[in-house]
């Protein structure tokens, strides 16, 4: 029995951080929908449930990980974009932008109008005002 299920695993896509991440939200909306008790709130469940299934059982590996890349590209984005807002609130003198080609964190002076900023990551030229 172990080897019919090992066989039938194999060559499938399985576990990435996007899955863990729709696992996750899925089980958020269970529990919400345990004091709800709504109709919507149950087939988002499902059709959440169903999107991991398909990911795990999926044989189409390459789609599967491009999937997970721009999650984990977007992931990254929205925490630096944290980050940079933290950064900003906390420092009074400077000003945290982001690269908008690779989403470096650049600090700069404020109150100095309108700066040509030069990534150090990508050497990517760009304007912001501080």
Request: charged residues 30%; hydrophobic residues 40%; aromatic residues 14%.
């Amino acid at each position: 029995m172990r080897e019919k299920i090992q066989r039938f695993f194999y060559g499938r896509y399985g576990l990435d951080r996007l899955n863990q991440f729709i696992l996750v939200l899925a089980l958020i909306i269970e529990v919400i929908n345990l004091f709800f008790r709504s109709f919507v709130l149950n087939g988002i469940f499902y059709v959440l449930i169903l999107i991991y299934m398909f990911r795990i059982l999926s044989k189409n590996i390459v789609a599967r990980s491009i999937e997970n890349d721009k999650y984990l590209r977007y992931k990254k984005f929205v925490i630096r974009r944290g980050k940079t807002f933290q950064s900003n609130i906390k420092d009074r003198e400077h000003k945290v932008v982001l690269c908008p080609k690779c989403a470096q964190m650049v600090r700069l002076p404020r109150k100095r109008g309108k700066l040509e900023v030069t990534c150090p990551n990508c050497h990517a030229k760009f304007e912001k005002r501080t």
